[in-house]
């Protein structure tokens, strides 16, 4: 049964999966753009990687492996974060992709096991998947296209197109 909980974690998840997308082979990285979108994502990951520990219905009352992968999350997107700040790009990167790569695996096996929740709801009601499917894909680029048009004009360092950043000082 889809729960206010359970549905704002999918819906979280299944943005920031484009998003994380958009940030890793759409964007020019360190744009005002992308910070902006990545905040965003960042929002995303924690809000999804923290709800995830009171769904438990794959072991009911009890956590499961997919929770290990949320308490990872939450450790490296905050890294991955604190290297950004930091000026890491290096790691900043490694983070961030490492990150959207086990939202992707979470995201396959959520769909890939027929008797979990977005699969039933496919099968059970195409027409609400399809708009749901539609809102998300909407909502991924309302946010890319927002972060466009409220991120600042020129990026770090006065050039257009992405910013001068170091790529792995340790500092």
Do not use: D
């Amino acid at each position: 049964m889809w729960t206010p909980l359970l549905a704002s974690h999918a819906a979280a998840a299944l943005v920031a999966l484009g998003l994380g997308a958009w940030q890793l082979f759409g964007s020019a990285k360190g744009t005002p753009a992308h910070r902006l979108i990545g905040r965003v994502w960042v929002g995303l990951m924690l809000f999804v990687a923290v709800s995830s520990f009171w769904i438990t219905e794959i072991r009911p009352g009890r956590f499961s492996a997919l929770h290990i992968l949320s308490a990872v999350t939450i450790v490296t997107v905050t890294l991955g974060l604190v290297a950004a700040v930091r000026g890491q790009v290096l790691a900043h990167r490694g983070h961030m992709t490492g990150s959207w790569l086990g939202l992707v695996g979470a995201f396959v096996f959520a769909v890939a096991i027929p008797s979990r929740h977005v699969p039933q709801f496919v099968l059970t009601e195409p027409l609400g998947a399809a708009t749901a499917g539609a809102a998300i894909v909407l909502t991924t680029a309302a946010v890319v296209i927002a972060g466009h048009l409220l991120a600042p004009a020129s990026p770090r360092g006065g050039e257009p197109g992405a910013a001068k950043l170091p790529t792995g000082r340790a500092g």
